[in-house]
């Protein structure tokens, strides 16, 4: 499996199957919520990447889903909904980039 195709079903897994509703939920108003996921989600890339992979991960990660939670929460509640998936395609797209440079720049 090629490096990327790792990182995208880790990614995958990581970021929705092992994602509560609670976490999905109160990520957006919930420092508890958006660790719990992010370190959850961080951890997942440790036996494949290493530690400071992950950690590079835990921090750009929670970065990311600070902001684009609470823009998906608030057009969400909007009843935004096209925007919302634009937003949450955003999201995914700027994870994979990412992923790919911190690959990139830790070799």
Same mark, same amino acid.
């Given at each position: 499996?090629?490096?990327?195709?790792?990182?995208?079903?880790?990614? %995958?897994i990581a970021d929705f199957v092992l994602?509560?509703?609670w976490m999905a939920i109160n990520k957006s108003k919930s420092?508890? !919520?958006? %660790? !719990?996921?992010?370190t959850a989600y961080s951890?997942? $890339? +440790?036996?494949? $990447?290493?530690?400071? $992979?992950a950690l590079v991960t835990l921090l750009t990660h929670t970065a990311q889903d600070?902001?684009?939670?609470?823009?998906?929460s608030r057009l969400w509640q !909007?009843?935004?909904?096209?925007? %919302? %998936? +634009?937003a949450i395609g955003a999201d995914q797209l700027l994870h994979? $980039?990412?992923l790919a440079a911190t690959v990139w720049l830790l070799g």
């Open positions: 499996m090629t490096t990327m195709l790792l990182l995208l079903t880790i990614h %995958f994602q509560s509703d420092w508890q !919520a958006l %660790f !719990a996921h992010t951890l997942m $890339f +440790v036996p494949f $990447f290493g530690i400071y $992979f600070y902001i684009t939670s609470r823009i998906t !909007a009843n935004q909904r096209h925007w %919302f %998936f +634009v994979y $980039f990412t």
